[in-house]
T-cell receptor
């Protein structure tokens, strides 16, 4: 078990460009979360997948953001027409919960740091 | 939504000192996690502690769910303990974590 991985680790882009990040969760974890963290703040929830279904989205996730988790394995987060306000650390987490079991410890990847110039 | 407050916001310790970090939350929660964020941004799991007391080496944590708070104890602090400590609570069934603003800890030699 190698933990949650994210790529790329760093991304510098110009305003208006599209970017895509990838998250590979811990194998067999059925739940996957995306969070965003800006400087000096705690992470904030963006969206949640259970297997391949995207079940929750935060109001922080504008129309320029889209996330997918095909086949319930890795996930991608795309930001279209990036803005300077999108500069942040994007964190992915995964967990495994079965029905009737409340255990849901989330494990985080190293994050992708996005800088929009 | 639920409010999560951490105190103190900043803590400077001399190596070898003990400290207590506090996390208060405004509503009932399903679960609670403590994390340490290292200088590279990686969130490291410290404790998964919806209630009760747990210990892991020099660290221990206590959650009193009925009174809506959790404490993280650091004993005999080391410079490697420096970083930001986050408390995060899960208050909805599908697991969204609500984080506090963190406690920035600096341990000096």
């Amino acid at each position: 078990d190698t933990g949650v991985s994210q790529n790329p680790r760093h991304k510098i882009t110009k305003r208006g460009q599209n970017v895509t990040f990838r998250c590979d969760p811990i194998s067999e974890h059925n739940r996957l979360y995306w969070y965003r963290q800006t400087l000096g703040q705690g992470p904030e929830f963006l969206t949640y997948f259970q297997n391949e279904a995207q079940l929750e989205k935060s109001r922080l996730l504008s129309d320029r953001f889209s996330a997918e988790r095909p086949k319930g394995s890795f996930s991608t987060l795309e930001i279209q027409r990036t803005e300077q306000g999108d500069s942040a650390m994007y964190l992915c987490a995964s967990s495994s919960r079965d029905r009737g079991n409340l255990y849901n410890e989330q494990f985080f990847g190293p994050g992708t740091r996005l800088t929009v110039l | 939504g639920i409010q999560v407050e951490q105190s103190p916001p900043d803590l400077i310790l001399q190596e070898g000192a003990n400290s207590t970090l506090r996390c208060n939350f405004s509503d009932s929660v399903n679960n609670l996690q403590w994390f340490h964020q290292n200088p590279w941004g990686q969130l490291i799991n410290l404790f998964y502690i919806p209630s009760g007391t747990k210990q892991n080496g020099r660290l221990s944590a206590t959650t009193v769910a009925t009174e809506r708070y959790s404490l993280l104890y650091i004993s005999s602090s080391q410079t490697t303990d420096s970083g930001v400590y986050f408390c995060a609570v899960e208050y909805v069934s599908w697991g969204k974590l609500q984080f506090g603003a963190g406690t920035q800890v600096v341990v000096t030699p």
